[in-house]
């Protein structure tokens, strides 16, 4: 892995005009005397132990699955402690992901040649393996981005995968090329082609599948990328797509991890996760420079991984099973209400509860359901699916014992407002 020599140089003389500092004005470089300490009772915020509601924000018993705007997922124990430790020392953070991408290789046992990069997230990923692509380690490309002058400009992808996460791939200054067949890929593919991206989610819909997708990437020699931000479960796909060619693929580290909910992970080629951490944080007049990931983000997420891949996945996918049996068996006893147990394909791969009612009997919208819920005491988020045709719920988010608490909350609701 190559790294300019630019950000170490400004970043030591910085360091060094500090360290001077401390020594004249009798200071103790890096003295401080909490480091390492046993933290005591905590006063002001936080003494209550519920810090939100101290700022005056409801938590809601979430229902609805690892959701961004809820905060992801909780991190396990182990994980957070991983990170106070990471929290009490200083470390070069480019040496530190090139460490962490080595371990996270052995871990998943990628392909020879395969690396991976901690980033802010998969959108981070997304936007920094492609500028990676973009500019290689031509420190003069990293720093003009998102000007392309010199560079290639077009990123093809199937009408069927365009979706609110491409905006990060037209931060880079790149044009979408929109195709839908095959013999529109073909007219497509010219020599400003930089990339060809694969929203995986969405494999059902495209004309052109997963695997064929980075088949025809690579006939033409184009890089081809994957979005797999929230694939997993089941595990296995956190090498799937490698195995399968890919060139880089992102995954979600805040997801079905549980690692830090601002973090994610770039898998691939080594040479482009190397150009992709040139264009991200810390180096500076860099696009990804926003785009911070701590110390502490990193080696969590390499806990995360240790983790997720020692867990017994089939008693949890049976307990969160469970979980939905339950609610269903509560809710079924009204008259009119019914239910189904479908589990997504591909993204959110976990067992779903839908509800449905007779609405000559029970005088309610599900999205009207879905709002009284979310309005009331305790908090409750579930879905009305896309187009509000039934009240749908996931388990694989709820502490033990709150599945009992939305039956009960339910059975209530709907209760009062049966005809």
Same mark, same amino acid.
């Given at each position: 892995?190559?790294?300019?020599?630019?950000?170490?140089?400004?970043?030591?003389?910085?360091?060094?005009?500090?360290?001077?500092?401390?020594?004249?004005?009798?200071?103790?470089?890096?003295?401080?005397?909490?480091?390492?300490?046993?933290?005591?009772?905590?006063?002001?915020?936080?003494?209550?132990?519920?810090?939100?509601?101290?700022?005056?924000?409801?938590?809601?018993?979430?229902?609805?699955?690892?959701?961004?705007?809820?905060?992801?997922?909780?991190?396990?124990?182990?994980?957070?402690?991983?990170?106070?430790?990471?929290?009490?020392?200083?470390?070069?953070?480019?040496?530190?992901?090139?460490?962490?991408?080595?371990?996270?290789?052995?871990?998943?046992?990628?392909?020879? &040649? !395969?690396?991976?990069?901690?980033?802010? #997230?998969?959108? $981070?990923?997304?936007?920094?393996?492609? %500028? +990676?692509? *973009?500019? /290689?380690?031509?420190?003069?490309?990293?720093?003009?981005?998102?000007?392309?002058?010199?560079?290639?400009?077009?990123?093809?992808?199937?009408?069927?995968?365009?979706?609110?996460?491409?905006?990060?791939?037209?931060?880079?200054?790149?044009?979408?090329?929109?195709?839908?067949?095959?013999?529109?890929?073909?007219?497509?593919?010219?020599?400003?082609?930089?990339?060809?991206?694969?929203?995986?989610?969405?494999?059902?819909?495209?004309?052109?599948?997963?695997?064929?997708?980075?088949?025809?990437?690579?006939?033409?020699?184009?890089?081809?990328?994957?979005?797999?931000?929230?694939?997993?479960?089941?595990?296995?796909?956190?090498?799937?797509?490698?195995?399968? &060619? !890919?060139?880089?693929?992102?995954?979600? #580290?805040?997801? $079905?991890?549980?690692?830090?909910?601002? %973090? +994610?992970? *770039?898998? /691939?080629?080594?040479?482009?996760?190397?150009?992709?951490?040139?264009?991200?944080?810390?180096?500076?007049?860099?696009?990804?420079?926003?785009?911070?990931?701590?110390?502490?983000?990193?080696?969590?997420?390499?806990?995360?991984?240790?983790?997720?891949?020692?867990?017994?996945?089939?008693?949890?996918?049976?307990?969160?099973?469970?979980?939905?049996?339950?609610?269903?068996?509560?809710?079924?006893?009204?008259?009119?209400?019914?239910?189904?147990?479908?589990?997504?394909?591909?993204?959110?791969?976990?067992?779903?509860?839908?509800?449905?009612?007779?609405?000559?009997?029970?005088?309610?919208?599900?999205?009207?359901?879905?709002?009284?819920?979310?309005?009331?005491?305790?908090?409750?988020?579930?879905?009305? #699916?896309?187009?509000?045709?039934?009240?749908?719920?996931?388990?694989?988010? *709820?502490?033990?014992?709150?599945?009992?608490?939305?039956?009960?909350?339910?059975?209530?609701?709907?209760?009062?407002?049966?005809?």
């Amino acid at each position: 892995m190559v790294f300019k020599d630019n950000w170490n140089r400004r970043t030591f003389l910085g360091t060094l005009g500090a360290l001077v500092g401390t020594i004249f004005t009798g200071r103790k470089a890096f003295a401080h005397p909490t480091v390492g300490a046993k933290a005591g009772p905590i006063t002001g915020f936080g003494a209550t132990g519920n810090v939100y509601e101290e700022l005056g924000v409801t938590t809601v018993i979430n229902g609805q699955g690892t959701m961004t705007v809820l905060g992801g997922s909780m991190m396990r124990p182990e994980v957070e402690a991983v990170m106070a430790m990471a929290g009490r020392h200083f470390v070069s953070i480019p040496d530190l992901e090139v460490a962490a991408g080595q371990r996270i290789a052995e871990m998943l046992k990628l392909p020879e &040649g !395969y690396s991976a990069l901690v980033t802010c #997230g998969a959108a $981070a990923a997304m936007q920094s393996g492609l %500028a +990676g692509i *973009l500019t /290689g380690d031509n420190p003069k490309f990293i720093e003009q981005l998102p000007d392309l002058t010199g560079m290639k400009s077009e990123v093809i992808i199937q009408k069927s995968h365009r979706n609110p996460f491409d905006h990060q791939l037209r931060a880079t200054g790149i044009k979408l090329v929109v195709v839908e067949s095959r013999d529109d890929l073909k007219k497509a593919i010219n020599p400003q082609t930089a990339m060809m991206h694969f929203s995986n989610f969405a494999d059902n819909e495209g004309q052109i599948k997963v695997q064929e997708w980075v088949k025809l990437a690579h006939e033409n020699n184009i890089p081809a990328f994957n979005d797999a931000a929230a694939d997993t479960p089941p595990v296995s796909r956190l090498w799937d797509y490698a195995n399968m &060619g !890919y060139d880089l693929i992102a995954f979600s #580290g805040g997801k $079905a991890i549980r690692g830090p909910q601002c %973090a +994610g992970l *770039l898998i /691939g080629k080594k040479d482009l996760v190397a150009y992709a951490l040139l264009n991200n944080s810390p180096h500076e007049d860099t696009l990804g420079r926003s785009q911070k990931v701590g110390k502490e983000e990193i080696v969590g997420m390499v806990k995360a991984l240790e983790s997720y891949l020692k867990e017994d996945h089939e008693a949890l996918n049976k307990e969160w099973q469970r979980r939905l049996d339950f609610v269903s068996a509560q809710v079924t006893r009204i008259p009119g209400v019914t239910t189904s147990f479908p589990t997504p394909e591909i993204a959110n791969h976990v067992p779903h509860l839908h509800i449905k009612w007779d609405s000559t009997r029970i005088k309610l919208t599900p999205r009207e359901v879905t709002t009284a819920l979310r309005s009331g005491k305790p908090s409750i988020v579930l879905s009305s #699916g896309e187009h509000g045709e039934a009240l749908s719920m996931n388990s694989f988010m *709820l502490k033990p014992g709150e599945e009992k608490v939305i039956a009960q909350e339910l059975v209530k609701f709907l209760k009062a407002h049966t005809a």
